[in-house]
C-alpha cells in the first residue's frame, strides 16, 4: 500500500516508498503536478492533491500553487497510449519487490496494462471515417484551385492565340502521385487556420502532443507528411495498401499509429452533439454517393455515345438515308460558345474542336485552314485539293436571335440560298429534315460542276445538326466513288460528326 508509481514521458517508474518520494522531489525529478498513483486508488492523481503525500514532500510553509510554480513544469494528460487501468495488478514486477530508500527499479507497465488518461483515446474506425472526409474536402479544395488555373491558362492561351499542348503519360503521371500531398498540405492548412478539421470536429477527435496540448501548424503539418510516408506509401500502388494495412492493424492493437508514437502524440476522443454527428454523417453520404452517381453518369453518357456512334454507322453504311420527319419547331440554342476562335489544336495530326473539345486523328493527306466571315462565323475547312474533296464545319453563333427564332429547316433554307449564290453549286431539291442518331438533322443534296470543260462533278451536300444547344453546318464536296480518298473521306466525316453529337 505504500509503493508508489509516478509518470515521467508517458511511462509509469516506481516503485518507491515515501522517502524515496521526498529524495525524488528534493533532486527535482518530480514537482507538485507529478502525476502518481499506488495500488488501491481508482487513478492517477497530482502529488499537489494528494494529502498523505502532499504534506510530507512540499515545504509546509510553501503553498501548492507557489510550489507548482518554483517546481518542474508539470505533465499535462500524461500517456498518450495508456488509457484505463493500472500499472501494478498484473504480476507484480516490481510491487513485490521491497526497494530501499532512495533506491529505484525503473521499469514499464507490463504488456496489455494501460495507464489511465483523462480521455479515452480515439477509435480506428472514428479516425478513418474522420480521415476520410477531411481528405474528400481537401480534395474538393485542390480540384477547385486546378480548376480556376486551367480557366486561367485557357484565357490567356485564346487571347495570345497560342495551342496549350496536350499534357503526356509522364505529366499525368506526375500529377497523379502529387496529387495526394497537396491535399495533405491543403489538410494542413485547414487545420492552421481552424484549429481542426471538419471530420474531427464533427466526431470530437483531437490531435494532441505529449503535454496534451494542441500541436502547432508546422508540427501537424510535419505529422501529415509522416503520414503520407508511412500510412501512404507515398501513394504508390500495392506499396500504400501494405502501408495502410499495416498502420490498422497497429492501431487496432491499441498502440499508436508510428507517425504518432515517434513523436509520443495521442489521438484522444471527446464527447459531441447529436446535429454533429448528423451534419457528419450527411457530409459523408455526399462524398460517397457523389462520386458513385458521377460514375454512374459517365458510364451512361460513354453507353449512350456508343450508341449513338453506332447508328451514325448504320445510317453512313446504308447511303446516308434519311427518314422523312416532320419540320420541327425552332429549339432554344446557345448564342455564347466561350473557347471556340480560331485557336485549333493540332497536335500529333490530330485536331480537337474547340467548341466540344472532342479531338480526331488527322491524316496527312489533310489541310486545314479556319477562316472569319464578317458576321464572325468561324468555318474550319479540312480540304484536299488534289482529289477535289472538302469538309467545311461551322458553329452558327452569327445573329443569334434571328438564327435562334428559326426552325430547323428555315435555317436550312437559308444556308442553302447562300449556297446556290455559288455557280457551280446545284442542288436537287430544297432539302429534308429527319434526325441523325437521336439528333434533329437537315440536308441537302447536290452536286458541283467542273472548273474545267471536261472535268466530271463531284457530289455534294448542306447538312444542319443540332446537339446540346448548339447549330452547326457541315458543308462538303466528296471525292468520286471511284477515287481512291473516297474511303478516307467517309472516315473523316464520321469522324467529324463525332466531333459533335
Known amino acids: 500500500m505504500n509503493s508508489w508509481w509516478y509518470a515521467e514521458n508517458s511511462q509509469p517508474i516506481g516503485p518507491y516508498d515515501v522517502v524515496g518520494l521526498q529524495q525524488l522531489f528534493a533532486a527535482g525529478t518530480i514537482g507538485p503536478q507529478t502525476q ?9 492523481g497530482a502529488l499537489s492533491s494528494l494529502p498523505e503525500l502532499a504534506g510530507a514532500l512540499m515545504p509546509p510553509s510553501l503553498p501548492p500553487v507557489a510550489a507548482a510554480v518554483a517546481g518542474m513544469p508539470p505533465i499535462l494528460n500524461p500517456a498518450p497510449a495508456y488509457t484505463h487501468a493500472n500499472p501494478a495488478t498484473t504480476p507484480q514486477q516490481g510491487s513485490a519487490q521491497k ?24 477509435g480506428i474506425f472514428l479516425r478513418f471515417l474522420a480521415r476520410t472526409l477531411d481528405c474528400a474536402l481537401a ?7 486546378l480548376a480556376v488555373i486551367g480557366v486561367v491558362l485557357g484565357v490567356i492561351s485564346g487571347a495570345a492565340h497560342v495551342a496549350l499542348p496536350a499534357p503526356g503519360v509522364g505529366i499525368v503521371a506526375v500529377a497523379g502521385m502529387l496529387f495526394l500531398p497537396a491535399v495533405l498540405l ?7 487556420i481552424f484549429g481542426n478539421t471538419a471530420g474531427k470536429a464533427l466526431l470530437g477527435i483531437r490531435v494532441l502532443t505529449e503535454v496534451g496540448e494542441r500541436p502547432e501548424f508546422s508540427v501537424y503539418l510535419g505529422r501529415n507528411l509522416h503520414m503520407w510516408l508511412l500510412a501512404f506509401g507515398l501513394g504508390l500502388p500495392i506499396v500504400n495498401l501494405l502501408t495502410m494495412i499495416f498502420q490498422a492493424v497497429t492501431a487496432a492493437g491499441g498502440n499508436p499509429a508510428s507517425y504518432d508514437a515517434s513523436a ?13 454527428r448528423l451534419v457528419f454523417s450527411f457530409l459523408f453520404c455526399a462524398i460517397v454517393t457523389i462520386p458513385i452517381g458521377f460514375s454512374i453518369y459517365q458510364g451512361f453518357a460513354r453507353h449512350r455515345a456508343t450508341r449513338q456512334m453506332a447508328e451514325l454507322q448504320t445510317q453512313l453504311g446504308a447511303g446516308e438515308t434519311q427518314t422523312q420527319v416532320p419540320v ?3 429549339v432554344a440554342r446557345s448564342t455564347q460558345t466561350p473557347g471556340y476562335n480560331a485557336n485549333t489544336v493540332i497536335s500529333g495530326r490530330r485536331w480537337t474542336n474547340p467548341a466540344t473539345h472532342r479531338a480526331i486523328p488527322l491524316g496527312a493527306e489533310w489541310q486545314i485552314s479556319n477562316q472569319t466571315d464578317a458576321d464572325g462565323t468561324l468555318t474550319t475547312t479540312l480540304s484536299n485539293p488534289q482529289h477535289g474533296a472538302r469538309l467545311a464545319l461551322m458553329l452558327l453563333v452569327a445573329n443569334p436571335q434571328e438564327v435562334a427564332s428559326m426552325s ?10 447562300r449556297a446556290q449564290s455559288n455557280p457551280l453549286l446545284r442542288f436537287y431539291d430544297s432539302g429534308t429534315s429527319s434526325t441523325l442518331a437521336g439528333h434533329p438533322f437537315w440536308q441537302a443534296a447536290g452536286e458541283k460542276q467542273g472548273e474545267t470543260p471536261g472535268e466530271p462533278s463531284q457530289e455534294c451536300f448542306i447538312q444542319l445538326v443540332e446537339a446540346d444547344g448548339k447549330l452547326w453546318s457541315i458543308m462538303g464536296i466528296r471525292p468520286r466513288t471511284d477515287d481512291p480518298l473516297a474511303a478516307a473521306y467517309q472516315r473523316l466525316y464520321a469522324d467529324l460528326i463525332g466531333t459533335i453529337i
Open 36 to 44: 502518481l498513483w499506488r495500488e488501491g486508488m481508482a487513478g492517477w
Open 99 to 122: 526497494n530501499n530508500p532512495g533506491q529505484s527499479s525503473y521499469q514499464h507497465a507490463p504488456a496489455g496494462n494501460e495507464y489511465l488518461d483523462a480521455e479515452p483515446s480515439a
Open 139 to 145: 480534395a474538393l479544395l485542390v480540384l477547385l484551385v
Open 186 to 192: 491543403v489538410d494542413s492548412f485547414i487545420y492552421g
Open 264 to 276: 509520443a502524440r495521442q489521438v484522444v476522443k471527446r464527447p459531441t452533439g447529436i446535429l454533429a
Open 328 to 330: 420541327q419547331a425552332p
Open 408 to 417: 430547323l429547316d428555315a435555317v436550312g433554307q437559308r444556308a442553302l440560298q
